[in-house]
């Protein structure tokens, strides 16, 4: 059979959100074949596509990516040879990889959609805003998820929350862990559907992309959201500082993350990673105490480049932007005498 290999690229590209670098379920490595589809599961995420390959078995998923990026034929030749692996031929190369026969990769443990309906528009830049604030702390569930209302989705690390209102269409609130569910941000999906144990997402495409939800209550987070600060205007320029900043910020483990300051009519911006650091100072409207806090580039120049004006307390800062409301905790400003070497100088 014939295939392009782009496409085939792009079609295999789509469902890695449900491979795990490691192994910890057998197969769950592998890009698995079977009935005309790819599927790929992790216990968190199933991924299922149709491809029209014949083909039924598993493949290591790294090697064969690997490979196919490192092809230039715009066609190759597939078909299963007597060694028990599939060959892939093009002009002048040709490659092979082993295909393990017997499927063990637990598919089956993912109910399949029967119903489908529209997915909100707004939901998956909801998802896109709110994964920042979602923790890594695997001994804290409830903050490693994304809480779905049927009237927002909002995520908590306990540092900082986002809420963002749209109607999901759910009846009760589900979790869905936040690094399941940011993986459907670029991929377009357009559908959702509920069944007992995962929620779905089906795109133009046929993707189905698959994540498994979670019952347990989630703490009401409106007493953290509600509350008046002093009011602070956004200064024009943080975009561009925070893209400088995030350079650095980006190259350490964990979230993105830089440093903000505000102290009388200044803030700075800083980001530092294991290749050096980038601190930027701007004029700003404020007439409130210093205040000092992180935040995710990306959220800090969304926030920069649609919205002019916050609230900051000791404790908090909140900006409300049309639907969404984000609070971050602030810590506590440098004492004086503590800013790097030459900072007071370039502040003047």
Known sequence: MKINREQFLSDLSMVKGGLSPREFIEQSSCVVFQDGMVVTFNDEVSCRKEIGLKITGAIQAVSLFAILEKMDDPELLVEENDKGEVEFRGKRKAFGVIKEQEIFLPVDKVEVPEK??????????????????????????????????PEF??????????????????????????????QIVPL???EVSLTKAWIHFRNPQGLIFS??????????????????????????????????????????????????????DKIRI???????????????????????????????????????????????????????????????????????????????
């Open 116 to 149: 489908w309906r529209t997915l909100p528009k707004e939901f998956t830049e909801a998802v896109r805003l709110v994964h920042h604030c979602v923790s890594s702390d695997e001994s804290r569930f409830l903050l490693t998820c994304i809480h779905i209302h």
């Open 153 to 182: 989705i909002e995520a908590c690390d306990n540092l900082q929350v986002m809420r963002c209102m749209v109607s999901t269409g759910l009846k009760n609130s589900i979790l869905v862990r936040g690094s399941s569910l940011e």
């Open 188 to 190: 377009g999906m357009d």
């Open 211 to 264: 994540c498994r939800r979670y019952a347990e209550d989630y703490p009401s987070l409106d007493k953290f959201i509600s509350f008046k600060g002093h009011p602070i205007t956004i200064p024009k320029g943080l975009a561009e500082a925070s893209d400088r900043a995030a350079i650095f910020a980006a190259d350490k483990t964990g979230e993105p993350l830089v440093q903000v300051t505000i102290k009388g």
């Open 270 to 348: 800083l980001g530092e990673g294991l290749s050096g650091w980038f601190r930027e100072v701007k004029k700003v409207a404020y007439e409130g105490p210093p205040m000092e806090f992180v935040i995710a580039p990306e959220l800090l120049k969304h926030i920069s480049e649609e919205y002019k004006d916050a609230q900051i307390t000791e404790g908090r800062m909140k900006v409300v932007g049309g639907s969404w409301e984000y609070v971050t905790v602030l810590g506590k400003p440098k004492e004086e005498g503590e800013e790097k070497e030459g900072e007071e100088k370039e502040e003047e």
